[in-house]
C-alpha cells in the first residue's frame, strides 16, 4: 500500500525557503504514489493487502462508505446530464441506493422481508421445463403432488410434473373455489369464458357449423385407467348468433358418442332427450315415466290441468292442447254398457224395471202401468214408477233398445195391447197386441226406437175384452218368480 504525502498550504509569514522544500517533498510523493498505484493497479485504505481483482479496496469494522446524498429533485436533474452507467447516488427522499443505467437511476435497495434465495425457479431442461425447486424455506425439496412447473410448450402443471392440458391441475382437495364481490349488479357473478376459433394463434379463422365452444368431460378411475363417462358441452348449430345447443353426450363428445340431451338456445328454445334434432319443445326419443300429475293446458304462468280420477286425453287437434275426457261425459264409476258415440266412449244409460204386484185395468185407453216400480237399473236417475203409474226420459237424443215381457191373463176374450208410449205427443212409439183368451199368455215386445231427450215416456197397455191384469210373478210347476219386466237401453 503506498500513502499520499499530506500537501499543506502556508501562512504568508512562513518561510519562503521552507513552502519551496515541502512543495517539491509533496510533488515528488505524488509521483511516487502515481508510479506505485500504476504498477500494482489496487488501492486500499484501512488495508495493506487490498484485493487484487478490487481497484479500490475499502475495509472497515466500524465505518462505512458514504456516497453522495440526492433529494429525489436532485436526482432528476442529475439525470439530465446523461451520466455515465454504474453512477451510485443514495436518494434521500426514496431511501434508496439508486444506480444508474441507460436512461434512469434505479434503486438497488430490497424488500427486507423478500426470500433471497437464489434456486426458487430451477431450469430443467431435460424435461423442457422450469419449476419451483423448493419449499418456502429455500432448501427443502418440494415433494410430489405439490409440483409447479411451466413447459417450454406453454403447458402449466399444478401439482403434477408433466402436464398434459394447457393447465393440469391434480391433488387431493377441490380444484377450485371460485367467490366474487362485486357491486349490486345481478350478473356480476363468478364465472367462465369459452372461445373458440379456428385457424391459428397468429391467424384466427371463423367456426363453422358442428363446432364445439367449450365442453366439461368427466372421468372415474376404472381398474388403471381414467375412463370418460359423460361429456357437457355447447354445440354451434351455425354461425348464427345464438343459434347453438347444450348438449350432454355419454363419452367424450365425440362422433362415437351417444348425444342424449339437447337443449336449442336459439329462438325455438327446445328440449331434446335422445335426440340432438329436437322438433318440439320437448322431444324425447324414448319411454316416457311420469310419477305424479300430468298437466295439460293452461299458459306460461298458469298450470294447465290435471284432470280427475278415471278421465282420459283427448286430443284437439294440432296447435291446441289436449283435454281431459271422462269415459261417458259422467261419473265414471256409474253401472252400465259402454258405448261409442260418435267416436267418444260412453256409458249407455239403462233403465231395468218389473213389477212389485200384478196391475190390472178394464180400460180400452192407453194407460200407465202401475207397481211397475222395482227398479234395477237406472243409471240416469230418470225413471219414475208408482203404484198407479210409471214415466221416463232419456238424457240424449238417440237410437234405445225396448224390451217389454208381460204375462196377461184376461177375464175374457180380447185383443189388450202394450208398448211405448209418447207422454208429449199422447201417442203410441210402438207397441204389440194378440188376441187372448182367459188363460195366462206372456206378450213380448223388442224393438230399437229414435227417441229424443226433450220428451217422456211411459210403459203402457190397454185393456180388451173385459179386464187385463198384467202378472207380477209367474206360477206353475217351475215355481214363482218374476215374470213381466221392461228395459230401456241406449245402443247409439
Known amino acids: 500500500m503506498c500513502e499520499i504525502p499530506f500537501i499543506e498550504t502556508l501562512d504568508n509569514d512562513q518561510d519562503m525557503n521552507f513552502k519551496v522544500v515541502k512543495f517539491k517533498t509533496a510533488i515528488l510523493g505524488l509521483f511516487f504514489f502515481v508510479a506505485v498505484t500504476e504498477t500494482l493497479a489496487q488501492t486500499g485504505i484501512g488495508t495493506q493487502s487490498p484485493d487484487e481483482n478490487a481497484v479500490l479496496d475499502v475495509s472497515s469494522t466500524t465505518k462505512g462508505v458514504l456516497i453522495p446524498r440526492l433529494t429525489g429533485e436532485q436526482v432528476t436533474a442529475l439525470e439530465g446530464n446523461s451520466p455515465a452507467d454504474g453512477m451510485l447516488v443514495y436518494n434521500t427522499d426514496q431511501s434508496c441506493v439508486q444506480i444508474y443505467r441507460g436512461s434512469a437511476f434505479e434503486c438497488l435497495t430490497v424488500d427486507t422481508g423478500a426470500d433471497l434465495t437464489k434456486d426458487v425457479w430451477v431450469d430443467d431442461n431435460s424435461n423442457t421445463q422450469i419449476k419451483l425447486g423448493a419449499k418456502s424455506d429455500g432448501t427443502t425439496a418440494r415433494p410430489a403432488g405439490t409440483e409447479f412447473v411451466a413447459k417450454d410448450n406453454g403447458r402449466v402443471g399444478i401439482g403434477t410434473s408433466n402436464p398434459d392440458w394447457q393447465l393440469h391441475v391434480q391433488g387431493d382437495r377441490a380444484i377450485g373455489l371460485f367467490k366474487r364481490v362485486n357491486n349490486t349488479a345481478a350478473n356480476n357473478a363468478p364465472g367462465f369464458l369459452f372461445t373458440r376459433a379456428r385457424g391459428t394463434l397468429g391467424s384466427e379463422l371463423g367456426i363453422s357449423s358442428g363446432d364445439f365452444l367449450g365442453k366439461v368431460q368427466f372421468r372415474g378411475r376404472v381398474g388403471s385407467a381414467d375412463e370418460d363417462y359423460a361429456t357437457l358441452g355447447y354445440v354451434a348449430t351455425s354461425t348464427t348468433i345464438g343459434d347453438g345447443r347444450f ?45 305424479n300429475e300430468l298437466n295439460v293446458g293452461g299458459n306460461a304462468t298458469t298450470a294447465g290441468s290435471a284432470g280427475t280420477a278415471g278421465q282420459y286425453l283427448t286430443s284437439n287437434g294440432s296447435g291446441a292442447a289436449p283435454t281431459w275426457q271422462s269415459p261417458a261425459g259422467i261419473v265414471p ?47 240416469e236417475g230418470t225413471y219414475s214408477g208408482t203404484a198407479s203409474t210409471n214415466s221416463f226420459t232419456v238424457t240424449a237424443d238417440g237410437i234405445y233398445q225396448i224390451v217389454m215381457n208381460m204375462q196377461l191373463s184376461n177375464t175374457a176374450s180380447g185383443n189388450p195391447v202394450i208398448g211405448i208410449w209418447d207422454n208429449t205427443a199422447g201417442a203410441w212409439v210402438a207397441r204389440v197386441n194378440d188376441a187372448i183368451g182367459t188363460g195366462l199368455q206372456t206378450f213380448t ?16 197397455c190397454a185393456a180388451s175384452g173385459g179386464t187385463t191384469t198384467i202378472r207380477a210373478q209367474s206360477s206353475g210347476d217351475t215355481g214363482s218368480g218374476p215374470v213381466s219386466q221392461v228395459s230401456v237401453k241406449r245402443l247409439r
Do not use: C, W
Open 247 to 291: 348438449a350432454f353426450f355419454n363419452g367424450t363428445g365425440s362422433s362415437e358418442s351417444v348425444e342424449v340431451v339437447s337443449i336449442n338456445t336459439n329462438s325455438t328454445n327446445i328440449l331434446g332427450v335422445g335426440t340432438a334434432t329436437p322438433q318440439k319443445t320437448i322431444h324425447v326419443n324414448g319411454s316416457l315415466q311420469v310419477t
Open 333 to 379: 264409476t256409474s253401472n252400465g254398457t259402454v258405448i261409442a258415440v260418435n267416436g267418444e266412449l260412453r256409458i249407455a244409460q239403462e233403465i231395468i224395471a218389473h213389477l212389485s204386484d200384478n196391475f190390472s185395468t178394464s180400460s180400452s185407453s192407453a194407460t200407465a202401468i202401475g207397481n211397475l216400480n222395482v227398479e234395477i237399473m237406472d243409471n
Open 445 to 460: 215386445l223388442i224393438t230399437s226406437i229414435n227417441m229424443l231427450a226433450a220428451k217422456t215416456y211411459s210403459f203402457r
